[in-house]
């Protein structure tokens, strides 16, 4: 005989309310929105390289987390006003805590010691208690949520091993220190889910904190050689092998964009919640696409440390452009013209397919082409027809006006690549 509900086991469990459904996925939703903000923040501030491109899918990983408890809870009865608002103080201050992290151990340390335990721990008290027939759809996608959730924690821990190896004693004890504030701010919350007991913070466990701050320039760990203009004191032979080499190059050096995609995001308030939704997505293709570079270069014996690193997008994003020029020059100036051919995106993927004849970057540069297609539609979306209300000759001007301000900075820098003082191009957002 057929099991009568295809399988699904405790059917019979009374399970939770709706209204409770919703209040408890509000709050593991609230955690992970406000750790896609803070993961693109600390994105920019974070030296190392790796840990710049893993908040960056992380950013990523937690918005989509968001936006499916977003479509779940109007499901489930809970308007969308009443979704974003904050659903607990103790939260917002354990959040708030978590982004002023000093340091990259003890950003570590607090999301993957502390709080990405506790969201897991949260969702799996959820699915231990709903009703498995009634509340399948949440259960089905918290399933399939855990698979990236535990996969974050595989890399988390990986990470916070290789700094500890490396942390001097004072070093471990503040981080330690710090780990025990972020609990008992948690525990302040009543965890993740609100259901666990409520204990006030004991005073003496109090780190004291500093507003975070986006940087001013382009973090780089001592690994690498900085330049604000790209490819400075490059080279490139008049052929097709040269032409190959820039392709990979430029790949590579889509950090710096990737960091400019996370100071827009983090940085730009009162938005609908799918531009951060988009830009999220956004900043972690063109982390995708500085690792196509680094892939190609790997494989054809570069040390990709000895390439200067161009940091010039971002420092341009931070210095020079006010509000919207950032993203305006991003998706219009640059991205939307690339979608024009010849030369543009298709023809980049037919270089390396018919002249280089490069099955990697073939791959590469195709997949590369399809991003490119929908950061247009970003710029489309956020700049023609939200910012300029569906006027494309406005928002190409606009366009046009952020190239030739980008132009008037690269010229501004001297020969040794020293930027401008702060006080000529401070940026406004």
């Known amino acids: 005989m057929l099991h009568p509900f295809m399988g699904i086991e405790q059917w019979d469990r009374i399970g939770l309310s709706v209204e409770e459904s919703a209040k408890r996925l509000q709050r593991i939703a609230y955690v992970d929105r406000r750790c896609m903000n803070l993961e693109a923040g600390h994105m920019t501030a974070r030296p190392e390289y790796e840990v710049k491109g893993a908040l960056a899918r992380f950013t990523w990983q937690d918005a989509e987390f968001y936006n499916q408890f977003r479509n779940r809870c109007k499901q489930l009865r809970m308007g969308v006003r009443a979704f974003e608002k904050c659903p607990d103080d103790a939260l ?48 089905h996608l918290l399933q399939h949520q855990l698979i990236d959730r535990k996969g ?22 503040k981080a330690e220190s710090w780990k025990q504030y972020i609990q008992a701010l948690l525990q302040a919350a009543g965890g993740i889910d609100g259901c666990e007991d409520q204990i006030p913070v004991n005073p003496s466990l109090i780190v004291n904190t500093e507003p975070f701050q986006l940087p001013f320039t382009s973090t780089r760990d001592n690994r690498f050689q900085t330049s604000v203009i790209k490819m400075k004191g490059m080279t490139f032979e008049d052929n097709d092998e040269g032409r190959f080499l820039q392709m990979m190059l430029s790949r590579y050096f889509e950090m710096s964009p990737a960091e400019g995609v996370a100071y827009v995001h983090f940085s730009t308030e009162g938005k609908p919640w799918s531009f951060y939704y988009d830009t999220a997505r956004h900043c972690w293709d063109e982390v995708r696409h500085c690792w196509f570079g680094e892939a190609a270069l790997r494989s054809k014996g570069y040390d990709v440390h000895a390439i200067p690193n161009w940091t010039g997008w971002y420092d341009m994003t931070s210095q020079l452009f006010n509000k919207d020029e950032a993203y305006t020059h991003l998706t219009i100036a640059i991205e939307k013209a690339a979608m024009k051919y010849p030369p543009g995106k298709r023809e980049e993927w037919e270089f390396c397919r018919d002249v280089a004849k490069d099955p990697l970057m073939t791959t590469f540069q195709d997949f590369d082409w399809a991003d490119e297609v929908v950061h247009a539609g970003f710029g489309q979306k956020w700049i023609i027809d939200e910012l300029f209300q569906g006027d494309n000759v406005k928002a190409l001007d606009a366009a046009e006006d952020t190239v030739a301000k980008r132009a008037v900075y690269m010229d501004s820098i001297d020969k040794e690549g020293n930027v401008p003082p702060p006080s000529r191009f401070a940026g406004n957002y």
Not at 104 to 125: H, Y
Not at 155 to 163: K, L, M, S, T, V
Request: aromatic share 6%; net charge negative; proline share 4%.
């Open 92 to 139: 917002d201050r354990l959040m708030t805590a978590i982004l002023e992290s000093s340091n990259t151990l003890n950003l570590l340390v607090a999301l993957f010691e502390v709080l990405k335990p506790a969201s897991i721990n949260a969702v799996n008290r959820y699915l231990s208690e709903a009703q498995p027939l009634v509340d399948e759809p949440t259960i």
């Open 152 to 173: 974050q924690m595989v890399w988390g821990e990986q990470a916070i091993a290789h700094f500890m190896e490396a942390a001097s004693r004072e070093e471990k004890e």
